[in-house]
């Protein structure tokens, strides 16, 4: 799944609302899957991946999240999840900025044989460089799912029915205010602000109305 | 040229989607264009081939989906004879418009627009079905994207920014934009009403007083804050209130 951000397909596999559906049919919880691959979808409006920027990684994370919070009833599951989540986000976004550095290295070493028009060379290269990113990606997965391990026994004691609704509360507001800043600074100040206030509006009404 | 265009821009649109796969702060894309535009120029003569495959594999970045112009109209020049030192220049004169354009048609445009829908249905309880279509919708756009644009590169050449003034990408970038804004404009309340429904009363207005202070500081100190740190910092706050809060 950690492949797919950036080095292939690109088919969108990692998104969160993916990854955290996908996670969440494989351990038996589509819905707290799907929940979290909202509030991490939100948060994924805060990045626009173009050029060189650093971003962090919300596919694994969700996948963190999800076998952190399944199972557990209610919000319980959610915030706790979330804050697992996080955490693996911000190591993936490390760990995707150490393997460009290692890949530059790799590439800065190899440039006589690269100027010298060698298909295989390249290839060789090219192929190693996705393969670091599979290991990277597998690493990161690992972590994540090894803090949900270290994280779920909180669920059963130590966290109060109260503490795991704080801290789903945080998270929610974090993902609508990082999905809200992200978004208008893709609309910008032109025509498309009205086109969002529209939107906006629209949303609330129908959020009104479900109640 | 004609067995080329059959199997070499098959084998190139393949390779095409593992075009980052070697990203560097050195070359960018530049290995995997370079990778990706081999198969199109094995037809080359001995002389000519290698220095094309390592022309091909010098620095490169543009959107991922567009790349395949530059790489169709490199070897397409590099078939036609075109001095090397012109088809870099064709390659530097892509990295910016290719980019630009690949941003906010798809990064700006097409993705959000379809994740925001996606939102909006789950919310209303479409589940599992609405994930799967986002992902098939979303791939029918992008594989037509990385399709055209390999062919239009291969098919123009050096004169490909014809192909970039192509009325549909630019109609296209134009609906986008305000489909997009409104979209993930009526996500947002609805997602938080999907994500905040099963708190209590005092957890959902906590939410939404949160949201509004955290959306503040990210519109205040963006340069600074991140998403992730804003949540992350809110976590810790939730953690040392849930421990002193009697």
């Given at each position: 799944?950690?492949?797919?951000?950036?080095?292939?397909?690109?088919?969108?596999?990692?998104?969160?609302?993916?990854?955290?559906?996908?996670?969440?049919?494989?351990?038996?919880?589509?819905?707290?899957?799907?929940?979290?691959?909202?509030?991490?979808?939100?948060?994924?409006?805060?990045?626009?991946?173009?050029?060189?920027?650093?971003?962090?990684?919300?596919?694994?994370?969700?996948?963190?999240?999800?076998?952190?919070?399944?199972?557990?009833?209610?919000?319980?599951?959610?915030?706790?999840?979330?804050?697992?989540?996080?955490?693996t986000a911000l190591i993936g976004g490390v760990s995707i900025n150490i393997l460009r550095r290692l890949n530059s290295r790799i590439v800065h070493a190899?440039?006589?044989?690269?100027?010298?028009?060698?298909?295989?060379?390249?290839?060789?290269?090219?192929?190693?460089?996705?393969?670091?990113?599979?290991?990277?990606?597998?690493?990161v997965t690992a972590f994540g799912l090894f803090l949900a391990w270290l994280a779920r026994p909180l669920l059963a004691g130590p966290l109060s029915a109260r503490d795991a609704i704080v801290l789903a509360t945080a998270a929610v507001a974090a993902a609508l205010a990082a999905g809200a800043a992200g978004t208008l600074r893709l609309v910008g100040k032109g025509p498309n602000l009205g086109w969002f206030a529209a939107g906006l509006g629209g949303g609330l009404l129908v959020a009104v109305w479900l109640r | 040229m004609a067995a080329v265009k059959g199997a070499g821009l098959g084998r190139a649109?393949?390779?095409?989607?593992?075009?980052?796969?070697?990203?560097?702060?050195?070359?960018?894309?530049?290995?995997?264009?370079?990778?990706?535009?081999?198969?199109?120029?094995?037809?080359?003569?001995?002389?000519?081939?290698?220095?094309?495959?390592?022309?091909g594999a010098r620095f490169f970045n543009a959107h991922p989906y567009l790349i395949g112009l530059a790489v169709g109209a490199a070897a397409r020049a590099e078939h036609d004879g075109t001095p090397p030192d012109q088809i870099e220049r064709l390659r530097e004169a892509l990295c910016g418009p290719l980019g630009s354009l690949g941003d906010r048609l798809v990064w700006a445009g097409w993705l959000p627009f379809l994740s925001g829908l996606t939102l909006v249905a789950v919310a209303l309880g479409a589940g599992l079905s609405a994930v799967a279509a986002f992902l098939m919708v979303y791939n029918i756009g992008h594989v037509t994207l990385r399709w055209w644009a390999l062919r239009a590169g291969w098919t123009h050449g050096t004169r490909v920014s014809t192909a970039l003034h192509h009325p549909a990408l630019h109609k296209a970038t134009a609906l986008l934009g305000p489909a997009m804004a409104f979209v993930v404009g009526v996500a947002l309340p609805v997602s938080a009403r999907y994500l905040a429904a099963p708190f209590p009363r005092w957890g959902q207005l906590g939410a939404v007083v949160t949201a509004g202070v955290a959306f503040l500081l990210l519109r205040w100190r963006g340069d600074r804050l991140s998403g992730l740190r804003v949540a992350l910092g809110l976590a810790a706050v939730a953690l040392v209130v849930g421990w002193i809060w009697p």
């Open positions: 799944m950690g492949v797919d951000l950036v080095s292939l397909p690109q088919m969108m596999i990692a998104r969160p609302i993916v990854a955290g559906a996908v996670t969440g049919a494989i351990v038996g919880d589509i819905a707290t899957g799907i929940k979290l691959g909202v509030m991490f979808e939100l948060l994924q409006y805060d990045i626009l991946p173009v050029g060189a920027v650093r971003y962090p990684e919300y596919g694994p994370a969700t996948l963190a999240a999800v076998a952190t919070a399944h199972a557990a009833t209610g919000v319980l599951g959610l915030g706790l999840g979330a804050l697992v989540g996080l955490v190899a440039s006589p044989t690269l100027e010298s028009g060698d298909p295989r060379a390249l290839v060789r290269l090219h192929v190693g460089g996705v393969l670091r990113d599979a290991v990277r990606a597998a690493l | 649109l393949l390779r095409l989607f593992a075009v980052q796969g070697s990203y560097n702060y050195e070359r960018m894309l530049g290995l995997g264009v370079g990778v990706a535009e081999e198969p199109l120029l094995r037809d080359l003569a001995d002389g000519q081939y290698r220095p094309a495959v390592a022309r």
